[in-house]
C-alpha cells in the first residue's frame, strides 16, 4: 500500500554532513506524516524526526535538535533529512516512515509504514 525507499546512506567523517532522502510510492503522500528513526547495534530503534503531513510542524530528537533537518516536497513525494556536525554517536541504520494524518509522534509503535533502512557510519 506504502513503499518507503531510503537513499544517501554512506561512511563520512566525524564533523561531516550527509543527506538522507525517502521516497514514497503512495497516492496522496501530502496527507501523510513523516518521521525518521533510527537503530544502533544493541540498542532499540529511536526517534530522529517528524513532520506532519499538513502545516509543516516538526519535532527533533534532543540529540540532533540544532544539527538535523527534516524537510519534505510533496510534489516529487520525497522527504530528506539533512544532517551536519556528524558524531560517532549518529552511527545507525536509519529508517524513514509514515503515517496517515496524524501528529508527528516520536513513537514508533505509532507509524504504519516502513522502510528498509540506509546505513549511516560516522568515523571518528
Known amino acids: 500500500q506504502v513503499q518507503l525507499v531510503e537513499s544517501g546512506g554512506g561512511l563520512v567523517e566525524a564533523g561531516g554532513s550527509l543527506r538522507l532522502s525517502c521516497t514514497a510510492s503512495?497516492?496522496?503522500?501530502?496527507?501523510?506524516?513523516m518521521g525518521w528513526f533510527r537503530q544502533a547495534p544493541g540498542k532499540e530503534r529511536e526517534f530522529v524526526a517528524s513532520?506532519?503531513?499538513?502545516?509543516?510542524?516538526?519535532n527533533y530528537a534532543d540529540s540532533v535538535k540544532g544539527r538535523f533537518t527534516i524537510s519534505r516536497m510533496n510534489a516529487n513525494n520525497i522527504v530528506y533529512l539533512q544532517m551536519i556536525t556528524l558524531k560517532s554517536e549518529d552511527t545507525a541504520v536509519y529508517y524513514c516512515?509514515?503515517?496517515?494524518?496524524?501528529?508527528?509522534?516520536?513513537?514508533?509503535?505509532?507509524?504504519?509504514?516502513w522502510g528498509q533502512g540506509t546505513q549511516v557510519t560516522v568515523s571518528s
Open positions: 503512495v497516492e496522496s503522500f501530502s496527507t501523510y506524516t
Open positions: 513532520i506532519k503531513w499538513i502545516g509543516d510542524s516538526t
Open positions: 516512515a509514515a503515517r496517515k494524518r496524524g501528529s508527528p509522534s516520536t513513537l514508533t509503535k505509532d507509524y504504519s509504514y
